[in-house]
């Protein structure tokens, strides 16, 4: 068959009959035998949503619990209370979550379907035809065009650029937002201008790949040319630049990589949760126990008293025995006394968490207006457990980053610029900054790029001749490449951001870089275009850390430019250079001490003969069978010496708004935040410098490189004795050798002083094996700071999953793409960054936000509050059922344990519905200890919830004896009173409806007086709630007891008038007072003592602010005190080797356009010089990531 040529997407001619049926019948086959390419992250379907959700839901221990009650009390012969007294409650609570888990999952169908529904152009029997994703088979040859997504891991065949080149936008997988480069097949990348001929199994066994047989196989098989890393194009890739790239699908949906790595929606509970089904499960215990000693009393009764008044008191029918009368008893108050853990307790927090959610979603300060995204609360699940995060794992790009650079400042001859000073000479601050530089004179100046400094303006249109080589250094010496769409519109590709802030420095200065050639580069210089001859590019690498271009100017002379770190270029100049680099290294070091991330340009005059030289040299070294590399590094560091210097740049690497304040204020929280990454350990270490997450007063920052197994343990080993020596008065000794616990209380996080440890994926994978994974958490966790460099995204899970292992602590884990989703899923709490990179993150997250800095408030203000609120809320509910349900147990050692109630029916169905339920809801929703503003600026008020201080089984068994201890009033009290008590008449007050009326209103008044005491924040709603439900309470209770019900209801409201009368006595109000009184007095005493004697952080916080209150004075605000920090390249070190080599060969270069289209480059860093500085004498060279070695010393 013929197939549309790459370059233009023509179809030419049909194929055979012979070959489409063939086409056709392979492709059926696979459809049957291979996983679609549908992608899947829901949870249910409309048959398996019913029963999957109801198994689900019954995990719950009380569910179930309440299930075996409400089949308990379907047997008449043993229920005291009628069914449906359980069984609406727990329908309700049943379909109130069934509607939350339906809705959440059909939020996962409607986004599976938008994916699945995008189309692509597939090629079958020889036509191009549009196919949903889903219908993607493997082996399928797909045409994408230009800022097309991905259908699936897809190998490239062919493409529209020379040599068969492409660029592919990673944002969605990584959060990056630069180019990277796929080649296509060397047996086809002459097919850019030709057509590819064949069926698409034809094609692909030319390559040596075979079609997937067999059943479950679902990816292409290779057999002679494996197509690596430079050919896939991986799910959710965006096609950036070429027009019509060929490829076929080679893993579909489920096995593509991005899916592989994601791991499994897990079902995620708070530990709250566990720990209320472990008290679920105490609570039936308990109750068990009660049921078998009032079992016990009613045979014993029975037996004894019960068995002479049988003509009064008969058995039921059935019952034949005391033992048997036992039996039936113990289960009658199994039902009676169930209410110890009532269903309204799940339904309460279900709307308590809802409310906290609703809060994260409402919350202006959690908005963005600039992309106008909101924090959204994914789940209501988790709210409180925001209040208890320990560890923080955050992913680097795009989640700390803006993926932004800047030019900001620069040296050029010993003069820095870049600061603005006011008229007094000071350095201006960024209010008072002037207007910025006016390009407007160049035509071709990128109008987003602003600098402040006009002086440097001034000395390039003076003709300032080391001003004007600097920026021809700038517009030289890199491998970006240009676009001009338009006259005048120019758009810049670089493999790093630093490259192209600094080629748009240059450009706007009036030193534009046009285009170019494999050996050529056009730059216009202040209105006039030069075309400098490209002889050689000496590429970048992490051993070099420098790049260089030799070029001809049009006069004829050579000329050597160079660009990189400042500890490597400063060795490299020419001796004559001491003072002006003496002057140059002090700004350096200011510039550094500023965050910004420097480095350093050279340039050297060559000769012809020794150019020509050099030159035949490097062309024998490049075709050197044996040691190429070691042969040009060689030449690159011969030619790169006696330099002079021009100047240093400085480059801001734009951090997110407030990311440095953000993680300053968590660390002061006790919350350890560790960054994992897939970028170099250069880039990595400077974003740690430059959002203070490392600092030059850290005691030391330790790096493992190891290679091995045996280098990673020594190295680690090594860095505990270093922390362990200088802690040794703490330490008294401790051996490492000694198998360590499961908690790991190691003496280690006692440690006096500050450390980091970095670490790369080589040796983390190393570090994660089963016999030293222990090792490495323990080191780590002994240090304020961890990086993970180069890691995968299963890397990131299982880092994840250790310190949850170990450490049993609360993680939350931050990202933006879908590289972060497994560790996002792994982790307790996950929480996605939503904004330009893509939203794989996001759907996979239990929180999002558009700004890392929301972090801080989520954590400290509705963390805090929803574990605080939660934690109330508990306690107050469990002391208010206790103090309702044991009334009953020591009733019945005066009923004759016959399971009689104290209370109706109907009392003990509205007693946690409309009683006591909306106060307590108040209070769970609305209640504060400290304001937000206190809860930012006391960081450490967050650190009970890490502790568990606020609800624990102490807590729990408080709240246990205090309702014990109010029941115990609540019965005992009117029950000595009406035992003589008589009415205004002179009649007998002991009544079982007086008593009972007594005794309910006793407890509504307690339990009401109770939480007006445990409410810190009083709002209207609580107010009303409170006093609402006292009113509510005696409004139904004179109403239940009215004449018109009775007309009505005979038989269900027989008590007239009870009521009335029991409360027209003075001798009940007096005895409900004494009772309120006797129960509420030592629980204020003991508050006041322990507030005078033992406040809490809370407890100072409040006192504080009515001081400042009265006092009227001004909060004091905090000081940001700057970094001192050393230098730190910031030379591309988000660079590709070999990227050099692919301009001079031009196999990039399009025949229509020197140029690549725009893009938003992301953020890279570099290397940190401290490390070096603080035990250069001690370390040996490490390798980099990337297998190369630098000078960096190693623990």
Known sequence: MGCGAAGHGAVRGPPSPGGRASS?????????????????????????????????????????????????????????????????????????????????????????????????????????????????????????????????????????????????????????????????????????????????????????????????????????????????????????????????????????????????????????????????????????????????????????????????????????????????????????????????????????????????????????????????????????????????????????????????????????????????????????????????????????????????????????????????????????????????ELFYKAQSPDEGALVTAARNFGFVFRSRTPKTITVQELGQAITYQLLAILDFNNIRKRMSVIVRSPEGKIRLYCKGADTILLERLHPLNQDLTSITTDHLNEYASEGLRTLVL???????????????????????????????????????????????????????????????????????????????????????????????DMTEVFVVTGHTVLEVREELRKAREKMMDASRSVCNGFSYQEKLSSKLTSVLEAIAGEYALVINGHSLAHALEADMEVEFLETACACKAVICCRVTPLQKAQVVELVKKYKKAVTLAIGDGANDVSMIKTAHIGVGISGQEGI????????????????????????????????????????????????????????????????????????????????????GVFDQDVPEQRSMEYPKLYEPGQLNLLFNKREFFICIAQGIYTSILMFFIPYGVFADATRDDGAQLADYQSFAVTVATSLVIVVSVQIGLDTGFWTAINHFFIWGSLAAYFAILFTMHSDGLFRMFPNQFRFVGNAQNTLAQPTVWLTIALTAVVCIVPVVAFRFLKLDLKPELSDTVRYTQLVRKKQKTQHRCMRHAGRAGSRRSGYAFSHQEGFGELIMSGKNMRLSSLALSSFAPRPSASWIDTLRKKKGCEGSSASSPGGTADKTPRV
Request: hydrophobic share 40%; charged share 20%; proline share 4%.
């Open 840 to 923: 794989q993150a996001v759907l996979a997250s239990d929180y999002s936000f558009s700004q890392f800095k929301f972090l801080q408030r989520l954590l400290l203000v509705h963390g805090r509050w929803s574990y605080l609120r939660m934690c109330k809320f508990l306690c107050y509910f469990f002391y208010k059922n206790f103090a309702f349900t044991m009334v009953h147990f020591w009733f019945g050692f005066f009923c004759g344990f016959s399971a009689q109630t104290v209370y109706d029916q109907y009392f003990i169905t509205l007693y946690n519905i409309v009683y006591t339920s909306l106060p307590v809801l108040a209070m």
């Open 24 to 488: 056709a019948s392979q492709r059926a086959r696979i459809q049957r035998e291979v996983p679609s390419n549908c992608i899947k992250t829901s949870k249910y379907n409309i048959v398996t949503f019913l029963p999957v959700n109801l198994f689900e839901q019954f995990q719950e221990v009380a569910n179930t619990y309440f299930l075996f009650l409400l089949i308990l009390q379907l047997i008449p012969q043993i229920s005291s209370l009628s069914w449906f007294t359980t069984i609406v409650p727990l329908v309700l609570v049943l379909t109130i979550t069934a509607v939350k888990d339906a809705t959440d999952d059909y939020f996962r169908h409607k986004s599976d379907n938008q994916v699945n529904n995008r189309q692509s152009q597939v090629l079958i029997s020889g036509v191009l035809r549009q196919e949903q994703w889903m219908n993607v088979r493997v082996g399928d040859i797909i045409k994408l065009e230009n800022n097309q997504f991905v259908a699936a891991d897809l190998l490239l065949l062919s493409s529209s650029e020379p040599h068969g080149l492409c660029y592919i936008e990673t944002a969605e997988l990584d959060g990056e937002t630069n180019m990277k480069t796929r080649t296509s097949h060397v047996a086809l990348s002459f097919c850019g201008s030709k057509r590819i001929s064949g069926e698409p199994g034809v094609v692909l066994g030319a390559l040596g790949w075979s079609w997937p047989c067999g059943e479950g196989k679902s990816q292409l098989s290779h057999t002679v040319h494996p197509g690596g890393l430079r050919q896939q194009l991986l799910l959710c890739c965006t096609e950036g630049r070429e027009r019509h790239p060929l490829m076929p699908s080679c893993s579909p949906g489920p096995d593509t990589k991005l899916m592989q790595n994601s791991g499994r929606t897990k079902f995620k509970r708070t530990s709250i949760d566990r720990l209320m089904n472990t008290l679920v499960l105490w609570i039936f215990g308990f109750l068990v126990c009660m049921g078998v000693i009032l079992a016990i009393g009613n045979a014993i009764w029975e037996h004894e008293v019960g068995v002479c008044f049988q003509i009064y008191l008969p058995w039921d029918e059935g019952v034949h025995s005391a033992f048997f009368s036992g039996f039936l008893s113990f289960w009658s108050y199994i039902i009676i006394l169930n209410t110890v853990v009532p269903i309204s307790l799940y339904v309460s927090v279900e709307v308590i968490r809802l409310g906290h959610s609703y809060f994260i979603n409402w919350d202006k300060k959690m908005y963005c207006a600039k992309r106008q995204t909101p924090a959204e609360a994914r789940t209501t699940t988790l709210n409180e457990e925001l209040g208890q995060v320990e560890y923080i794992f955050s992913d680097k790009t795009g989640t700390l980053t803006q993926n932004i650079m800047v030019f900001s400042k620069c040296s050029v001859n010993g003069h820095s610029y870049g600061d603005v000073q006011d008229m007094l000479g000071h350095k201006a601050e960024l209010g008072e900054r002037p207007e910025p530089v006016d390009f407007s004179f160049n035509p071709l100046a990128d109008p987003r790029f602003q600098f402040w400094d006009p002086s440097l303006m001034e000395a390039v249109r003076l003709g300032d001749l080391h001003v004007h080589e600097f920026f021809r250094l700038l517009s030289l010496c890199h491998t970006v490449m240009s676009e001009e769409k338009s006259e005048g």
């Open 602 to 696: 050279a340039y050297r005059d060559l000769e012809e003969s020794y150019y020509k030289d050099w030159s035949e040299r490097l062309h024998r070294a490049g075709s050197a069978p044996e040691a190429r590399e070691d042969h040009l590094a060689w030449l690159y560091d011969e030619v790169e010496h006696d330099m002079m210097l021009l100047g240093a740049t400085a480059i801001e690497d734009k951090l997110q708004q407030g990311v440095p304040e953000t993680i300053a204020i968590l660390t002061l929280a006790n919350i350890k935040i560790w960054v994992l990454t897939g970028d170099k350990q250069e880039t990595a270490v400077n974003i740690g410098y430059s959002c203070k997450m490392l600092t030059d």
